[in-house]
């Protein structure tokens, strides 16, 4: 400001002192004057210049020059870089959250007031069978038509979910999706998507758990106590005290068999993964399946035909690393079931053979009724049964291939199951190569 006011002075001073040498004090006065028009017709000029440039909206174009109006066009120039970048900071930002939301296993959508869809993430789109771009401006009540989502939808509330039907649910295959709804901005919706599956399905087998588990117990108690009151009220002569006395021994023997298995499993699921530094002989695990396969065989064909073909093949000189104990019954439960289902005169093979990737598979196969397609995805849930009345018959519990399969999964093997309806079923587990080793005198715990 110091500089503008000194150069207008200065350039008065030297138009008056031009006009007085030339013509004295009437031309200096007037050379003042002309000066002054000068310095303000040249100012006037500069800041045309600049003026023009912004009405172009061309900032970086602003002419280089000293000055008041020199340092205007810097100080705007520099003020638009910085906006630049603050633009690009922004920009980048949203980028890298609208990138985080696209990868979200939650679904996002973006509703204005009238509930069409203005964007949705990959998620979302699967969730409800939505096309990104053929869909975009769709009302999303034409696209959703669950009556819970429509119920929903009319009367929102951001502190509950709604649960919904997702894409591609079915009777053998259900998807279940929780939505819920959040206004934002004028009239906006904000509506989130989670794939409530593995939950909805996780309830349900609670429920159906606590359900089964109270009534296996209460079948057995039922008849305790019925045989109880008998036995406290009738007078009864020793062979029926003691017909009375064999049956409530079952029913407390089947009890404790069921409560020995739930303890078996929250063991199991309550217990860290078993390790590498226990290894068991196949021979012995062999050994003590069949002395169980042989004794239950034995009390399932007592007095009732012929007895069942066992066949255990010797097994190979080899040790597996793990939980003997979780071992042990995993391979026991296989067993025992294929004699439980096998008629007697039937035959139940075990056989333990190497795989070509040095895997080591345990396999047990029966002449039993076999299990129908439909039934073999299930079999390995908590007390599902193919047939009740003769899982009840042959005193199982249910809860047989649920322990199976937990310490197949605790050790990192695979379970195989193969089944022909009428013709008999082949159980395996195959155990990854890296526990198995050559058998040696200590692989056995002592």
Same mark, same amino acid.
């Given at each position: 400001?110091?500089?503008?006011?000194?150069?207008?002075?200065?350039?008065?001073?030297?138009?008056?002192?031009?006009?007085?040498?030339?013509?004295?004090? %009437?031309?200096? $006065?007037?050379?003042?004057?002309?000066?002054?028009?000068?310095?303000?017709?040249?100012?006037?000029?500069?800041?045309?210049?600049?003026?023009?440039? #912004?009405?172009?909206?061309?900032?970086?174009?602003?002419?280089?020059?000293?000055?008041?109006?020199?340092?205007?066009?810097?100080?705007l120039?520099?003020?638009?870089?910085?906006g630049?970048?603050?633009?690009?900071?922004?920009?980048?930002?949203?980028?890298?959250?609208?990138?985080?939301?696209?990868a979200?296993?939650?679904?996002?959508?973006?509703?204005?007031?009238?509930?069409?869809?203005?964007? $949705?993430?990959?998620?979302?789109?699967a969730?409800?069978?939505?096309?990104?771009?053929?869909?975009? *401006?769709?009302?999303?009540?034409?696209l959703?038509?669950?009556?819970?989502? @429509?119920? =929903? =939808?009319?009367?929102?509330?951001?502190?509950?979910?709604?649960i919904?039907?997702?894409?591609g649910?079915?009777?053998?295959?259900?998807?279940?999706?929780?939505v819920?709804?959040?206004?934002?901005?004028?009239?906006?919706?904000?509506?989130?998507s989670?794939? &409530?599956?593995?939950?909805?399905?996780?309830?349900?087998?609670?429920?159906?758990?606590?359900?089964?588990?109270?009534h296996?117990?209460?079948?057995?108690?039922? &008849?305790? @106590?019925?045989?109880? *009151? @008998?036995?406290?009220?009738?007078?009864?002569?020793?062979?029926?005290?003691?017909?009375?006395?064999?049956?409530?021994?079952?029913?407390a023997?089947?009890?404790?068999?069921?409560?020995?298995?739930?303890? @078996?499993?929250?063991?199991?699921?309550?217990s860290?993964?078993?390790?590498?530094s226990?290894?068991?002989?196949?021979?012995?695990?062999?050994?003590? $399946? *069949?002395?169980?396969?042989?004794?239950?065989?034995?009390?399932?064909?007592?007095?009732?035909?012929?007895?069942?073909?066992?066949?255990?093949?010797?097994?190979?000189?080899?040790?597996?690393?793990g939980?003997?104990?979780?071992?042990?019954?995993?391979?026991?439960?296989? &067993?025992?079931?294929?004699?439980? =289902?096998?008629?007697?005169?039937?035959?139940v093979? &075990?056989?333990?053979?190497?795989?070509?990737?040095?895997?080591? *598979?345990?396999?047990?196969?029966?002449?039993? %009724?076999?299990?129908?397609?439909?039934?073999?995805?299930? #079999?390995?849930?908590?007390?599902?049964?193919?047939?009740?009345?003769?899982?009840?018959? /042959?005193?199982? /519990?249910?809860?047989? #291939?649920?322990? +199976?399969?937990?310490?197949?999964?605790?050790?990192?093997?695979?379970?195989?199951?193969?089944?022909?309806?009428?013709?008999?079923?082949?159980?395996?587990? +195959?155990?990854?190569?890296?526990?198995?080793?050559?058998?040696?005198?200590?692989?056995?715990?002592v």
């Amino acid at each position: 400001m110091w500089l503008r006011f000194t150069s207008f002075v200065v350039l008065l001073l030297a138009g008056a002192g031009i006009g007085w040498w030339l013509r004295g004090w %009437p031309a200096a $006065c007037a050379g003042m004057l002309l000066a002054g028009l000068a310095w303000w017709a040249a100012d006037l000029v500069r800041a045309l210049r600049v003026l023009r440039s #912004l009405r172009d909206d061309d900032i970086q174009g602003l002419p280089r020059m000293g000055g008041l109006w020199g340092e205007f066009a810097d100080r705007l120039r520099r003020l638009q870089r910085i906006g630049e970048r603050r633009q690009q900071d922004s920009e980048r930002r949203l980028q890298e959250f609208l990138d985080a939301i696209q990868a979200s296993s939650n679904g996002v959508i973006l509703l204005d007031a009238e509930g069409r869809i203005n964007w $949705c993430n990959p998620t979302a789109a699967a969730h409800f069978g939505i096309d990104t771009e053929r869909d975009h *401006e769709q009302l999303i009540g034409n696209l959703v038509r669950d009556p819970a989502f @429509t119920s =929903y =939808y009319a009367q929102p509330d951001p502190t509950r979910n709604a649960i919904v039907t997702g894409r591609g649910d079915s009777a053998g295959h259900p998807v279940r999706l929780a939505v819920r709804l959040h206004g934002y901005g004028e009239g906006r919706r904000l509506m989130l998507s989670n794939d &409530v599956t593995a939950l909805e399905q996780a309830e349900a087998m609670r429920r159906d758990f606590v359900a089964n588990v109270s009534h296996e117990i209460r079948t057995p108690l039922t &008849v305790l @106590t019925g045989f109880v *009151e @008998t036995l406290q009220s009738l007078p009864l002569d020793e062979t029926e005290r003691a017909r009375y006395l064999e049956l409530m021994a079952q029913q407390a023997s089947r009890m404790q068999t069921l409560v020995s298995d739930l303890l @078996t499993l929250s063991r199991i699921e309550g217990s860290p993964p078993p390790g590498r530094s226990e290894w068991t002989a196949l021979a012995q695990l062999n050994a003590e $399946c *069949e002395d169980e396969a042989q004794a239950l065989s034995a009390l399932l064909t007592a007095g009732q035909g012929a007895p069942h073909a066992l066949d255990f093949a010797p097994p190979p000189e080899l040790a597996l690393a793990g939980s003997r104990t979780e071992l042990m019954s995993a391979l026991s439960n296989l &067993v025992s079931n294929a004699v439980r =289902y096998t008629p007697g005169g039937g035959s139940v093979k &075990v056989a333990w053979q190497t795989l070509a990737a040095g895997q080591l *598979e345990f396999s047990v196969e029966d002449t039993g %009724p076999g299990v129908a397609p439909e039934h073999l995805p299930r #079999l390995t849930e908590r007390f599902y049964r193919v047939d009740r009345s003769r899982s009840r018959e /042959t005193g199982g /519990t249910g809860l047989g #291939l649920a322990i +199976v399969k937990h310490v197949v999964q605790r050790h990192g093997a695979e379970l195989r199951i193969q089944s022909v309806l009428g013709k008999g079923s082949r159980f395996a587990i +195959v155990f990854p190569a890296s526990r198995v080793r050559a058998s040696t005198p200590l692989s056995a715990p002592v």
